[in-house]
Each structure stands twice: as structure tokens, then as C-alpha cells.
């Protein structure tokens, strides 16, 4: 069965009184997908990694889409997160840029081999059976943050 994602990005750029918008959006299609929300709380030491487990991505080449964000959804604990970084099990490979910008997604899809965005890269390195995320300082302990992934792959 075919599943579709699409990677929509709205540009805005306003000078003065004048002011431009443009929607640009990719969709790829493939066999398997990857769709996952879950939610922590952090505890003591706001930095430490939060894991998503249950996540595999075995060959990188075999992805189509991306879509990953951290958000923060509860502040009990007077935070803010700021920024942080993702990666696969025990940190082994990045994936995406680091740091990434709280709320600032990761959305990359393969385009046919020409990358949307443009600047944008496959963002998998390295096959993963986690997603890990590590938030920057900024974060109290009783704060909550949530992992958004979704992902397109051709199953093999």
C-alpha cells in the first residue's frame, strides 16, 4: 500500500509595506512510514537525553521524508526550552543540525535525489533504533516536552 507525506514551507518576507508569501510544498510516496508523539517530563537534571524507543530506521538510504520537532507543551517547572539536539541510539550519529531551535522542526524529503528544501540534506546518517533528544539548559525539572516524528521509507 502507497502512503504519501507532504513537507509544505511558507515563506513570508515583509520590507516596509510591502510584503511577499509563498507556499512550497513536496510529496513523496512510499511503503512504509514512521509516526510517533510521545511526551516527557523532565526530571532532575534537565538535560539529560530524552529516548524515544521503538524507532527504526535500518537503511538511510531508504528514507523519503522527514518531519522531527521538539516542543515544549507544559512549563510546571518555570523553563524554557531553548535548544537541543538529536541523534540515534547513544548519540552514535547526529540527525538534523545541531543545535536545533525549540519548535523548529526538521523537514527534509529526498525531491528525486534534488533535496527540498534545497539546503537541506537527508538528515539520517546512520541506521537508528532510538530517537534521542538532549535539550540544551533552559529546561526545570516537572517542565514537559514533547517529540513529534514522522517518517517516509521505502521498506526493503
Known amino acids: 500500500m502507497a502512503i504519501?507525506?507532504?513537507?509544505?514551507?511558507?515563506?513570508?518576507?515583509?520590507?516596509?509595506s510591502s510584503s511577499q508569501a509563498k507556499d512550497v510544498s513536496v510529496t513523496?510516496?512510499?511503503?512504509g512510514s514512521i509516526a510517533i508523539s510521545e511526551a516527557f517530563t523532565i526530571g532532575a537534571t534537565p538535560t539529560d537525553t530524552l529516548v524515544v524507543?521503538?524507532?527504526n530506521v535500518p537503511t538511510p538510504a531508504d528514507v523519503k521524508s522527514v518531519y522531527i520537532v521538539a516542543e515544549q507543551t507544559g512549563s510546571a517547572g518555570g523553563g524554557t526550552l531553548a535548544t537541543g539536539s538529536f541523534a540515534n541510539q547513544g548519540g552514535a550519529s547526529?540527525?538534523?543540525?545541531?543545535?536545533?531551535?525549540?519548535?523548529?522542526p526538521i523537514v527534509w524529503s529526498d525531491n528525486g535525489?534534488?533535496?527540498?528544501p534545497q539546503d537541506a540534506s537527508n538528515p539520517f546518517l546512520a541506521a537508528a533504533t532510538s530517537l534521542e533528544y538532549t535539550p540544551d539548559a533552559g529546561l526545570a525539572q516537572n517542565?514537559?516536552?514533547?517529540?513529534?516524528?514522522?517518517v517516509?521509507?521505502?521498506p526493503t
Open 4 to 16: 504519501s507525506h507532504t513537507n509544505r514551507i511558507r515563506y513570508n518576507y515583509s520590507a516596509g
Open 28 to 31: 513523496e510516496t512510499a511503503g
Open 53 to 55: 524507543t521503538d524507532f
Open 94 to 104: 547526529a540527525i538534523g543540525p545541531d543545535p536545533v531551535n525549540a519548535g523548529e
Open 113 to 116: 535525489g534534488n533535496n527540498f
Open 143 to 150: 517542565d514537559e516536552v514533547t517529540i513529534i516524528a514522522y
Open 152 to 154: 517516509l521509507y521505502d
